[in-house]
């Protein structure tokens, strides 16, 4: 059993599960550094916490630097921020830039600020990786969040892999439908997929009491939605039946929307 994180940065917590983590983090009696985009929705949260606000674009590797940095003495840091974007494989270059480096590149940034001062310091660290149930499978209806998120698995993957024995604890967060802006606005809805994964959303608190509870132990998958892991296994062990019902979910799709 591992202790529980003192001193927490969350980012994209502006809203959505980053808000909820934060929260519960807080509840816990951990010191909460809140970090989002959008300024006014950190400083929002952060004063209703009792935490510190920092607002950063994760794309951009001073900006978490300099989280980092202001953060100080960090026990977990909890890389959540996302964007999704539906579109195929004419998505523009500029929205496949910007989506990798939120989705991707910003845990690239975050390691390297912070594995200089984590590995071998005799404490267990622990890092928290959201990377979606897309990661694990797919998203129809959008090429990028795709492709990025199943670049953040293969990412914090190679982390566990890499360093566990120096002390870094490595756990990805893939939840399915999430009750969030992510899954009711105008992308999320573009995506096709949304409908589907509504009928099934969890509240953000429930994935954050589930992320919270996972903090003793060490299990690299953290699955708010237990289904996933068998669909999982369907992709590794048949990949033809699964694609081919992923396939035909997609041809339903698009005789609702012609109809």
Request: with cysteine; glycine share 10%.
């Given at each position: 059993?591992t202790?529980?994180p003192q ?5 994209g917590?502006g809203?959505?599960i980053?808000?909820?983590?934060a ?10 550094v ?8 950190a400083?929002s949260v952060?004063?209703?916490i009792?935490g510190?606000?920092v607002?950063a674009?994760?794309?951009?590797e ?6 980092v940095e202001?953060?100080?003495?960090i026990d977990?840091f909890c ?11 004419n998505?523009p270059?500029q929205?496949w830039?910007?989506?990798?480096g ?7 940034y975050v390691?390297?600020?912070l594995?200089?001062?984590w ?7 622990r ?21 990025t ?5 293969a990412?914090a993957?190679w982390?566990?892999?890499t360093?566990a024995?120096?002390g ?8 399915q439908g ?8 105008g ?7 949304a ?12 994935v ?7 903090l ?22 048949d990949?033809d039946?699964?694609l081919?019902g992923m396939?035909k979910?997609q041809?339903?799709?698009e005789q609702?929307?012609?109809?």
């Open positions: 059993m202790s529980y001193r927490v940065v969350v980012t917590a809203g959505g980053g808000a909820a983590l929260r519960r983090f807080a509840a816990d009696g951990a010191h909460v809140v970090s989002d985009i959008d300024a006014d929705a400083a952060a004063a209703e009792g510190v606000a607002a674009d994760v794309a951009v001073e900006d978490v630097r300099r989280l202001t953060a100080g003495d977990l890389s959540n921020a996302g964007v999704l974007s539906a579109g195929d494989e998505t270059d929205q830039d910007r989506d990798f939120v989705n991707v590149m910003s845990h690239v390691t390297r600020a594995l200089p001062r590995l071998d310091s005799g404490q267990p660290k890092l928290l990786i959201t990377v979606s149930a897309a990661g694990l499978l797919t998203l129809l209806g959008s090429a990028t969040y795709s492709v998120k199943h670049a953040a698995l990412y993957e982390l566990r892999a360093y024995h120096r870094l604890i490595v756990q990805a967060l893939c939840p999430v009750r969030t802006d992510m899954l009711t606005g992308n999320a809805r573009g995506s096709g997929s409908a589907l994964l509504a009928e099934g959303a969890l509240e953000p608190a429930a954050a009491d589930l992320v919270a509870g996972s003793d132990g060490t299990g690299f998958l953290i699955l708010p939605h237990p289904e996933v892991a068998d669909y999982f296994r369907l992709r590794a062990t990949p039946r699964w081919g396939n979910m041809r339903g799709f609702r929307t012609a109809s």
